[in-house]
């Protein structure tokens, strides 16, 4: 869970754990935060540092996507010997805020081995306007900024903007160029097989874990839309648009699926609207089948080598 933490000592906000990772030593994570509390226009540098054996592997989570919003400008990592067994590494991420407001930085999972690993909590970022001093610094800038007096700077100041904007013009057409192509290139490609979009939605849907949490109502309604519309896509009957019993009675008659199938659409889909809109509450039992079942839909009904995807279409049809 994203925790914020206001600890600043000397610019300088930190967490840390460590968990043993052998007979005689141990890996010890932190992560710090310099400086915890910057003005809008000013990068923070936030670091994962883990200290362990040197014959360990460790692997650090991608914070890329973790940072509460905040962009990120660069990533560096360093690895530093310790004596003769152990080594220090550091994964640096330069953040670089545009708004001001508290950002909270996910926690850090970090693993080793097989099976071990600890999970440390990251400070947070606050992101504060400029100060007075600061403004009044920043208008003195500007004032002593002016353009150059000298002709001579003055042509050639103006000379390297029109280059620098034929060169942004250039690179911008480039761009547009490219953009074009690779949609061009995704317009005139296949889309992917039904089977493998579901297999894919399936996979994802696993990966969100929702069982586990007792989200059981999103968990129900993504599940049994990702059966309407393999259904849609694979058979060209209009799934998702129908009701349970609209639908039940269209596959009935339309001689596309056998009567084993026909029962376990039955019971899957009648099982998942009594979630959806009777109030029933499975079990995480009850949940992980329905979830098999529709796995079993799909590995049983993806065409065999002999068969063309378009078979069952042209049936229904």
Not at 4 to 15: D, E, K, M, V
Not at 168 to 176: I, K, N, T
């Given at each position: 869970?994203?925790?914020?933490?206001?600890?600043?000592?000397?610019?300088?906000?930190?967490?840390?754990?460590?968990?043993?990772?052998g007979a005689d030593a141990t890996v010890e994570v932190r992560t710090q935060l310099v400086p915890p509390?910057?003005?809008?226009?000013?990068?923070?540098?936030?670091?994962?540092?883990?200290?362990?054996?040197?014959?360990?592997?460790?692997?650090?989570?991608?914070?890329?996507?973790?940072?509460?919003?905040?962009p990120v400008a660069d990533v560096r990592r360093d690895t530093k010997k310790l004596g003769k067994n152990r080594v220090r590494i550091t994964e640096t991420y330069v953040l670089d805020p545009i708004f001001t407001g508290k950002y909270a930085i996910k926690p850090v999972e970090v693993t080793w081995g097989e099976n071990e690993g600890v999970v440390v909590a990251s400070p947070g970022l606050a992101v504060r306007d400029l100060t007075e001093a600061e403004k009044a610094e920043a208008e003195k800038f500007a004032d002593n900024a002016g353009p150059a007096s000298a002709p001579g700077l003055v042509k050639q100041y103006w000379r390297w903007i029109a280059?620098?904007?034929?060169?942004?013009?250039?690179?911008?057409?480039?761009?547009?160029w490219?953009?074009?192509?690779?949609?061009?290139a995704e317009q005139l490609a296949p889309p992917p097989p039904a089977w493998e979009v579901?297999?894919?939605?399936?996979?994802?849907?696993?990966?969100?874990?929702?069982?586990?949490?007792?989200?059981?109502?999103?968990y129900y309604v993504d599940l049994s839309a990702i059966l309407r519309y393999y259904i849609e896509d694979r058979f060209h009957l209009r799934a998702p648009e129908q009701t349970t019993q609209e639908f039940l009675a269209a596959s009935?008659?339309?001689?596309?699926?056998?009567?084993?199938h026909e029962q376990l659409l039955s019971d899957l889909l009648k099982h998942s609207d009594r979630v959806k809109f009777a109030q029933y509450v499975p079990?995480?039992?009850?949940?992980?089948?329905s979830f098999a079942s529709v796995l079993q839909f799909v590995d049983e009904t993806v065409p065999k080598p002999q068969e063309q995807p378009g078979e069952a279409a042209e049936a229904a049809a």
């Open positions: 869970m994203t925790t914020w933490l206001g600890i600043a000592l000397l610019a300088c906000a930190s967490a840390a754990a460590s968990a043993p990772a509390v910057i003005p809008y226009h000013r990068h923070a540098e936030y670091s994962i540092v883990v200290e362990a054996p040197a014959d360990v592997e460790v692997k650090l989570p991608d914070m890329l996507e973790k940072t509460g919003g905040v280059i620098a904007a034929a060169v942004a013009a250039a690179l911008a057409a480039a761009v547009a490219a953009v074009w192509l690779r949609k061009r579901a297999y894919r939605r399936l996979r994802e849907l696993d990966e969100r874990h929702l069982a586990e949490a007792g989200r059981y109502e999103p009935s008659t339309s001689g596309l699926f056998s009567s084993d079990s995480v039992p009850e949940m992980e089948r």
